[in-house]
């Protein structure tokens, strides 16, 4: 059984700094993209960044664009995203995501993330 737990959420203050990681288990995730999404209270789902399996390619969404970094540790199947300069818009539940199937060194489509962990809260108060 696939197994994505993140961790790393909390409450932070703005221009304040989180990392978030999610831990995957279960099944081997070699060749597979991972990536970060979050949704805010009312509001649909949205991308916030991807890396591929070789972790030399990453795509993030112009609102986290110089402020967000997406990384991994394939050796730990760990995937993190380091958050700074954060703001109150950035308020969300938090999900890590798997791709549906390995893609090797390129990116997937945004839509084809299979995997889905718990999610982790992310408050930032102004």
């Known amino acids: 059984q696939v197994q994505l737990v993140e961790s790393g959420g909390g409450l932070v203050q703005v221009g304040g700094s989180l990392r978030l990681s999610c831990a995957a288990s279960?099944?081997?995730?070699?060749?597979?993209?991972m990536g970060w999404f979050r949704q805010a209270p009312g509001k649909e789902r949205e991308f916030v960044a991807a890396i591929n399996w070789s972790g030399d390619r990453t795509i993030d969404a112009d609102s986290v664009k110089g402020r967000f970094t997406i990384s991994r540790d394939n050796a730990k199947n760990t995937v993190y995203l380091q958050m700074n300069s954060l703001k109150p818009e950035d308020t969300a539940v938090y999900y890590c995501?798997?791709?549906?199937?390995?893609?090797?060194?390129?990116?997937?489509?945004?839509?084809?993330?299979?995997?889905w962990g718990q999610g982790t809260q992310v408050t930032v108060s102004s």
């Open positions: 279960g099944r081997t995730f070699s060749g597979y993209a």
């Open positions: 995501a798997a791709s549906s199937r390995s893609y090797y060194y390129v990116l997937p489509p945004k839509t084809e993330y299979r995997y």
